[in-house]
């Protein structure tokens, strides 16, 4: 296969953890014969500096113009004032819009090998294996209307939470899919009890479930997912959000394998077409030291390998390679436990690259 990449390393540690999946997937093109041809292009808090604009026309060409893109991570101190006009999470927003990506999988698993790795007891995570399935393009985050309505009274703001029927269904019917190549089972999280946009979700989904009767359905208030994440995760199959549910609930699911440096995610449009990346942020703190977890985004290439590339056998190379570091006892800083020795991003690369053999 020939398949064009377009890369976004994007902020902080961003470059780092981009170039180890790089380092892989060129031993996969090596090992498995296909050649893979990367573009680099601005996002970020780099492009506001170098473009005054967080994700340029340009960077969006290059996107539809690849077969999947790779992204790093966005943002840091430098641009987070919240009254600057122009800021890096703009472009994420603007990518996701663009490119129609409008559902995120995040899958959560336990590695057998890190389950001590969580502040969570063993015997609660240890058989947790869910995926979540984010609304990508709705809700909260881009309803209209929005934005700063001062007053007679002071300072006001305004955000609208706006769903249509479509948006929803789309969605769920992605969770559906999911679930039927899993365990069969589907939770739904709304806040019905108080939104209106939460009552129209739940009345689609619903619709939505008679069309698999296969797959075990179920309603729960965001409220009480977010305390069954911790209480029981293991119950959890596929676990069908809206934005901002989804948003706060997969950051919180991700600490259940003791970092957030392991989990990789996938950002679909319709079709094959995805943007991949971990689901950590920029880790300004350690950007440029050669600590950073390359794990997740490593994981997020064999996500892009199975999903946008039909490349199965290649993505099942990649976990189990990255199962075999982590059994053979390669920990970043982020995963080491007390008394064990931390290695590089670099070497935690290499490792991945020599177990594929």
Not at 35 to 48: C, D, Q, R, S
Not at 186 to 193: G, H, L, W
């Amino acid at each position: 296969m020939q398949a064009k990449i377009t890369l976004l390393p994007g902020d902080g540690i961003g470059p780092e953890v981009v170039a180890e999946a790089v380092k892989v997937l060129n031993a996969i093109g090596e090992k498995f014969g296909h050649t893979f041809e990367y573009t680099e292009m601005l996002a970020g808090g780099i492009a506001i500096d170098e473009t005054g604009n967080p994700m340029p026309d340009e960077t969006i060409s290059a996107c539809k113009a690849a077969d999947a893109v790779l992204l790093g991570a966005v943002g840091g101190p430098k641009w987070s004032d919240p009254s600057a006009k122009v800021r890096p999470e703009q472009g994420l927003l603007k990518i996701r819009k663009e490119l129609g990506l409008f559902a995120n999988i995040r899958p959560v698993k336990i590695h057998s090998a890190l389950a001590d790795a969580s502040t969570l007891k063993r015997e609660v995570i240890e058989n947790v294996d869910m995926v979540i399935v984010r609304e990508l393009t709705g809700g909260l985050y881009f309803g209209e209307p929005q934005g700063r309505q001062d007053n007679a009274q002071g300072r006001a703001a305004l955000d609208t939470m706006y769903y249509t029927e479509a948006e929803i269904g789309r969605l769920m019917r992605v969770s559906f899919d999911v679930a039927r190549q899993r365990r069969k089972k589907v939770t739904s999280v709304d806040k019905a009890n108080v939104l209106a946009s939460s009552r129209l979700w739940r009345e689609v989904a619903h619709e939505v479930a008679a069309e698999y009767p296969d797959v075990e359905y179920e309603d729960v208030l965001v409220d009480a997912c977010s305390m069954y994440f911790v209480r029981r995760p293991s119950d959890f199959d596929v676990v069908a959000s809206g934005n901002m549910f989804g948003d706060i609930l997969s950051d919180e699911a991700s600490m259940l394998t003791g970092s957030m440096g392991m989990l990789p995610s996938a950002s679909l449009a319709e079709g094959k077409f995805g943007l991949y990346e971990p689901i950590h942020g920029s880790a300004p703190d350690i950007a440029g030291q050669g600590i950073a977890n390359p794990l997740a985004t490593i994981l997020s290439v064999a996500m892009m390998l199975r999903t946008s590339l039909g490349l199965n056998a290649e993505a099942d190379a990649i976990e189990k390679a990255v199962e075999s570091v982590l059994d053979a006892g390669n920990r970043t800083p982020d995963i080491a436990e007390s008394g064990v020795e931390a290695i590089s991003t670099s070497a935690m690369g290499d490792a991945v690259v020599e177990a594929l053999g």
